[in-house]
């Protein structure tokens, strides 16, 4: 893989979205080519989550690294964009338009990630299971709400669950309970809540550590 050139900063868009506008945040490929497209959902607006959260910016900028355009869109209802927050019934379609846009901008960007924090989580399962297998090459997902919602979906046995071992928000055992009948691994972070605070270079690296694993 190429070596990094200077740290893009982050642009602010406008996409059309089934709701009206979408404010969108796009952070460059921090490499000299391009791997890929990284959709990243933020966490629960109704609890001040925005597309500024940390969490959110610790995906974008580690992906931006690896090679991947991040895109950080403000669901609807949220900051600038237009529409009403659904918890999550009509957020995937906000996400699928943020993708529609990104390959149009991007046509020769074949990988595709889809990586959300808590909220965003939620919002990122769904959205894949509209999606072929051949079109995602995996997903992040960083404190899922799996004890928020009752038809969270079940993921792919090659996703990246990390969560925290004192997560306040959403326990872990509860992200046990959910993991447990897929036999899907989750990547326990010791002494760690739920917005990583303190702790989110780490975070980043072992996002980066995982994803070069890959190959």
């Known amino acids: 893989m190429n070596a990094p050139r200077k740290a893009p900063a982050f642009e602010l868009l406008e996409i059309t979205g089934p709701a009206g506008k979408l404010e969108c945040l796009r952070l460059d490929s921090a490499l000299d080519s391009v791997r890929g497209i990284a959709l990243i959902a933020h ?3 109704t609890e001040g989550g ?16 690896l090679g991947y355009i991040a895109y950080c869109p403000n ?13 999550g019934k009509d957020e995937p379609d ?41 079109e995602v090459e995996g997903m992040i997902l960083v404190g899922p709400a799996v004890s928020r919602y009752s ?14 071992e004192e997560d306040e928000v959403i326990s872990l055992a509860a992200v046990l309970d959910w993991a447990r009948p897929q036999q899907l691994p989750i990547i326990v972070v010791p002494g760690v809540g739920h917005f ?17 694993l890959r190959g």
């Open 43 to 45: 966490p629960n607006p």
């Open 50 to 65: 925005t597309f500024t959260n940390k969490v959110v910016h610790t995906l974008a900028k580690t992906l931006s690294r």
């Open 75 to 87: 669901l609807r209802g949220v900051g600038n964009s237009e529409g009403e927050h659904s918890r």
């Open 94 to 134: 906000d996400m699928a338009a943020v993708l529609a846009y990104a390959r149009s901008a991007h046509p020769d960007a074949a990988k595709l990630v889809l990586a959300g924090f808590s909220f965003g989580t939620y919002v990122q399962s769904q959205l894949r299971t509209r999606l072929a297998d051949d």
């Open 151 to 164: 038809d969270y979906p079940t993921v792919p046995a090659d996703t990246l669950v990390i969560h925290g």
């Open 196 to 212: 990583f605070h303190g702790r989110l270079m780490q975070l980043g690296e072992i996002v980066d550590r995982q994803w070069r």
